[in-house]
């Protein structure tokens, strides 16, 4: 299972299933650090090897060529089928033995 960083929008409800599918999930307000730029939230992330949720792509995208040694991006299409969303990101994630350095996307169906 994966250790991710659910950046400060990403959904509650999502992180409570991706939880319950065995992952381990910190949010960005349990950490302590609401308000972080995106590049902190990258670089906290990687220092703690995390990889990060998020439904900001073009940020994350950019940050992704930029600092391409991270511990892992997962960016999300909005979904508010929550239990749709965990299940397509786990799913996503499954075969990947590591996430450092890789940008996965995750669009909603449809």
């Keep these: 299972m994966a ?3 659910a950046n400060e929008q990403f959904p ?3 992180v409570q299933f991706l939880r319950a599918l065995g992952h381990d999930v910190l949010t960005v307000q349990e950490a302590g650090n609401r308000g972080l730029a995106d590049d902190e939230v990258l670089t906290f992330a990687s220092r703690t090897h995390r990889t ?4 900001n792509r073009r940020h994350f995208i950019r940050l992704h060529k930029l600092q391409p040694d991270h511990a892992g991006i997962v960016i999300c299409s909005r979904d508010d089928q929550w239990e749709r969303q965990a299940n397509r990101i ?3 994630i499954a075969n990947i033995e590591t996430l450092n350095g890789m940008l996965i996307r995750v669009n909603r169906p449809g």
Excluded: R
């Excluded at 990060?52 to 439904?55: D, N, S």
């Design 3 to 5: 250790a991710f960083y």
């Design 90 to 92: 786990h799913a996503a």
């Design 52 to 55: 990060v949720l998020t439904l």
């Design 12 to 14: 509650q409800q999502v």
